[in-house]
């Protein structure tokens, strides 16, 4: 089973759509938890960092933690052409633990808006 | 600051070839981390850094090495290229719990 799991896709959506993320893990000792955005030909650009559980919006992007499901989100709102990308889940546990802060992904989901 | 750089941005190597992969980061972070990322399969961690001096495997370290001598340096090397090594090589770095930073790949083929 692999530590981080997340669905490729690929997801097609109509501009304006709300978008829904996902992907689970089975590490328990995962701690922090990030979604990345990565163009065609790009390095991964940093889109939410979320400590433990909660919710955190960011103008359209929300990004929610359920750690007794071991369970992470995304939701794009209103979405735009612009979104279209790869959209990859990351989560670490504490760096200062025996993993050494090993930053470990999903697959990643490709994502098309269009108009 | 230029944050993460990576050199070169292209390369094609022939099997049994040899290479670095240079990886510089100006922040200062203590974390530095290769991944390869092939089509559809996301990132996977080849070694890692904890500091100048520590390093250590990731998932799919075999056929690759790396050293840390300095903070600011991950150097990535490649000893005999085999096909399997075609991929794009991304370099990262952090602080501790914080959020990595990427540089934009080295796209790298071996024929």
């Known amino acids: 089973q692999k530590e981080v799991e997340q669905d490729p896709g690929p997801l097609s959506v109509p501009e304006g759509a709300i978008v829904s993320l996902n992907c689970t893990y089975s590490?328990?000792?995962?701690?922090?938890f990030m979604w990345y955005r990565q163009y065609s030909r790009k390095g991964p650009e940093l889109l939410m960092y979320?400590?433990?559980?909660g919710n955190k919006e960011d103008g359209r992007f929300t990004a929610q933690v359920d750690k007794s499901s071991k369970y992470i989100s995304l939701f794009i709102r209103d979405s735009q052409p612009s979104d279209s990308a790869t959209y990859l889940c990351?989560?670490?546990?504490?760096?200062?633990?025996?993993?050494?802060?090993?930053?470990?992904f999903g697959q990643g989901t490709i994502l098309t808006v269009h108009p | 600051n230029a944050g993460v750089t990576q050199t070169p941005k292209f390369r094609i190597l022939k099997i049994g070839q040899s290479m670095t992969l240079q990886c510089t980061q100006d922040?200062?972070?203590?974390?530095m981390y290769w991944y390869r990322q092939d089509p559809g399969m996301g990132l996977k961690l080849i070694y890692y850094?904890?500091?100048?001096?520590?390093?250590d495997k990731g998932e799919v370290p075999n056929g690759y090495n790396v050293s840390r001598s300095t903070t600011e340096d991950f150097p990535l090397r490649l000893e005999l290229a085999a096909p399997s090594q075609t991929s794009v090589y991304f370099c990262?770095?952090?602080?501790?719990?914080?959020?990595?930073?990427f540089g934009q790949g080295t796209r790298l083929t071996v024929v």
């Open positions: 990262a770095s952090r602080v501790s719990n914080t959020e990595a930073f």
């Open positions: 979320t400590y433990s559980s």
């Open positions: 922040m200062n972070h203590n974390y």
């Open positions: 990351a989560m670490s546990a504490d760096a200062g633990g025996t993993s050494y802060g090993k930053l470990t």
């Open positions: 590490n328990s000792a995962f701690q922090y």
């Open positions: 850094s904890v500091g100048a001096g520590i390093t």
